[in-house]
C-alpha cells in the first residue's frame, strides 16, 4: 500500500506548544495590566497573540488560566535550585547563592511579578497561583525526602514541602510590595534572596525549645 503524503501542519512539539502558551501568556498578562481582567476578552488576547480564539481555548480552559505560564517560571526557579542543590552546602547557603525568583531575567521578571501583585487583587488569578503552588509541591517532597531519608509522601516530607512552599509563597509577595515601578533593583533582590533562605533555614534548624 503506497502511503500517502500528510495534508495541512505537521503537528506542534511540546516545546512549541510550550512556547506558544508562554507567547499567549505575555499577551494576556500585558492586556490584563493595561486594562484589567474584567475587562479583558478571550477575543482580545487570541488577537494579539496573532491566533484564533479556537486556538486560544484549546491552550487555556479560561482567559484567567492564561496567566499560569508566567507564573510558572517563578515557581520552576526555585524548583531549578533544588535540583542543582550540592549536597556539600546547607540549602540556605545554596539560595543565597543561586536563587532568582524568575529563570530568564530582564523583562520577564518584570511580567512575572505583575502578574503576582494582580493575585493580591484578582481572586480568580490567585486561585490559579495558589494551584500552581500547590501543584509544585511534590517536586519539592522529592528533592527533600532525599534529603531527609524519608519517602517523599512520608507526613514529615509533605509537611516540610508544604512549610517550603508557604515560605517561597511569602517572601515572593514580599518582593512584589518592595519592588518599585523602575524594575528590581539587584540589592531588592540580594534581600529577597536573604529573606528565603533565612525562612528556609529556620524550617530545617528550628530553635530547640
Known amino acids: ?9 505537521p503537528p506542534a512539539s511540546d516545546q512549541q506548544r510550550q512556547q506558544q502558551r508562554l507567547d499567549i501568556s505575555r499577551h494576556a498578562v500585558a492586556l490584563f495590566r493595561q486594562h484589567g ?10 488577537r494579539a497573540a496573532g491566533i484564533s480564539e479556537r486556538t486560544l481555548w484549546r491552550c487555556f480552559r479560561t482567559k484567567e488560566a492564561c496567566v ?3 507564573l510558572a517560571k517563578s515557581i520552576d526557579a526555585f524548583q531549578e535550585v533544588l535540583r542543582t542543590w550540592p549536597r556539600e552546602l546547607e540549602l540556605a547557603e545554596h539560595l543565597r547563592e543561586s536563587y532568582t525568583p524568575v529563570i530568564d ?12 501583585r494582580m493575585t493580591h487583587d484578582e ?3 490567585r486561585a490559579v497561583y495558589l ?3 500547590e501543584r509544585a509541591e511534590p517536586a519539592f517532597a522529592e528533592v527533600l525526602a532525599d534529603r531527609m531519608g524519608l519517602p517523599a509522601d512520608s507526613l514529615e516530607v509533605r509537611m516540610q514541602a508544604a512549610a ?3 515560605a517561597l509563597r511569602e517572601s515572593t509577595d514580599h518582593l512584589v510590595a518592595t519592588a518599585t515601578a523602575d524594575g528590581v533593583p539587584e540589592e531588592v533582590l540580594q534581600k529577597h534572596r536573604e529573606h528565603v533562605a533565612d525562612a528556609l ?3 530545617t534548624h528550628p530553635p530547640a525549645l
Open 37 to 46: 481582567v474584567a475587562a479583558t476578552s478571550g477575543e482580545q488576547i487570541a
Open 123 to 125: 481572586p480568580a488569578l
Open 1 to 9: 500500500m503506497v502511503e500517502r503524503p500528510r495534508r495541512g501542519r
Open 105 to 116: 531575567s530582564g523583562d520577564e521578571i518584570e511580567a512575572v511579578l505583575a502578574v503576582i
Open 131 to 133: 494551584v500552581l503552588r
Open 68 to 70: 499560569e505560564p508566567l
Open 201 to 203: 533555614r529556620r524550617l
Open 164 to 166: 517550603t512552599s508557604a
